[in-house]
């Protein structure tokens, strides 16, 4: 039977530590607790917000007015293996980091670049989770939900996920519950190539080359760490959500739009970051932005401060609200807005509360 408890603060659920009370909470650690849950406060219109580890989650200081139900369901599976592929299937309340360094331990590689990221399997596929050259969608293969619409459990494979840079069919509305995730693996005792050129560079190795994967795992560690990117109760830079930001993708022009201002401002030889997307869109870098418009790592707005190791963590240090935060958040987009004309987005979800 899920737990159920009343006026829980969620500041103790979420990486921020932020974040006031749940008028009902449920701790579920069964597929059919968590349906059941969720069917039950849908059956009651009551709203409903999912929970992983809090790690992608800006809650507002008043709470969440409904029932939040917490994915503790665990457990891993081989369903398939063929050709060198291992499917493996997890269910969405595993650990994620936990889960990458048994794939890396095991010898199948496909999530090595992905180590060090908090948070459980089932928050995964929301907004493709990617870092250091690697993103989930390269290897779900499917994604096993509850439709809230059809009140029934559905299959998506990667094509109906959707996914795009930070982005998929799941995030932005609160129609799938994740149940389960497969990721297709390969194995291998080496990584995948090596596609992000910092991370190229910490192995010595040149961009497409491969490593071990305990070895990619681990530089990719180490570089985690030295940007407060790893969670440490002991490092006050990790109580952040990761990245305040994404990386804003560009059409052709407001890259013209930059280019000018970026001139403007720093001078006419002047460059800054450009990474090819899909068509003519040109992705740019958020920290670099945040950076030249003026805002230095460890800049504090009230209590909220960003983080001292990391432009695009926003943090909480001790003693900031959601409020704090999300000033701080408001002041460096007005910066950059105001210095290049870029507008940042969000790149966690926003819970009761707008930027
Ligand atoms: C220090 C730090 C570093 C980070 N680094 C990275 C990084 O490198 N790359 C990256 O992509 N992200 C990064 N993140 C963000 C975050 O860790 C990921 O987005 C992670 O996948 C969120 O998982 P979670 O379980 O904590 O989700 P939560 O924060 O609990 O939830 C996030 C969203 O997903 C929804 N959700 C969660 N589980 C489910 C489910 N089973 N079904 C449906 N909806 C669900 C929630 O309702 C919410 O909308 C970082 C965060 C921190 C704090």
């Known amino acids: ?62 709470g969440f007015p409904g029932t939040v139900v917490h994915i503790g369901t665990r457990g891993t599976e081989r369903t398939a293996a063929e050709g060198g592929t291992v499917h493996v299937r997890a269910q ?76 998929s069919v799941f995030k932005g509305n609160d129609r799938y519950v994740v149940l389960d995730v497969t990721y297709a693996l390969h194995e291998a005792e080496e990584s995948q190539p090596i596609a992000y050129a910092e991370l190229a560079r910490k192995l010595g190795v040149r ?9 990619a795992r681990d530089a990719v560690l180490e570089l985690r760490r030295g940007k407060g990117m790893v969670l440490d109760a002991a490092d006050p830079d990790t109580r952040s ?33 450009r990474y090819p997307e899909t068509g003519d869109r040109v992705k740019t870098s958020a920290a670099w932005l945040i ?9 504090v707005l009230g209590p909220a401060r960003i983080s001292t190791k990391h432009t695009l963590a926003l943090t909480n240090p001790g003693g900031a609200s959601t409020a704090d935060l999300l000033a701080l958040a408001r002041e460096v987009r007005a910066g950059v807005r105001d210095a290049f004309g870029v507008e ?3 790149e966690p979800v926003l819970v009761g509360v707008a930027l």
């Open 92 to 167: 969405a309340g595993e650990d994620w980091d936990p889960f990458v360094a048994r794939c890396v331990a095991d010898g199948l590689a496909g999530v090595e670049c992905l180590s060090g990221i908090p948070g459980r399997v089932g928050a995964t596929p929301i907004q493709n989770v990617g870092a250091y050259g690697q993103d989930v969608s390269e290897t779900i293969i499917e994604v096993r939900a509850y439709d809230r619409e059809s009140r029934a459990v559905v299959t998506l494979d990667r094509a109906a996920c959707r996914f795009t840079y930070r982005h």
């Open 344 to 346: 940042l987005v969000n």
């Open 207 to 215: 961009p497409g080359e491969r490593v071990t994967l305990k070895e």
């Open 1 to 62: 039977m899920a737990v159920i408890a009343e006026e829980v603060n969620l500041a103790g659920y979420t990486t921020l530590r932020l974040g006031g009370p749940a008028r009902r909470f449920v701790e579920a650690t069964t597929e059919a607790e968590l349906v059941a849950a969720i069917r039950a406060a849908d059956d009651e219109g009551e709203p409903v917000l999912v929970l992983g580890g809090g790690s992608n989650l800006v809650v507002s200081d008043d």
């Open 291 to 299: 950076d030249r418009a003026g805002f230095a790592k460890g800049h």
């Open 241 to 273: 959500a990761g990245s305040f930001f994404t990386n804003p993708v560009l059409d052709p022009e407001q890259l013209a739009e930059l280019q000018r201002r970026v001139a403007e401002r720093l001078g006419p030889d002047a460059t800054f970051p």
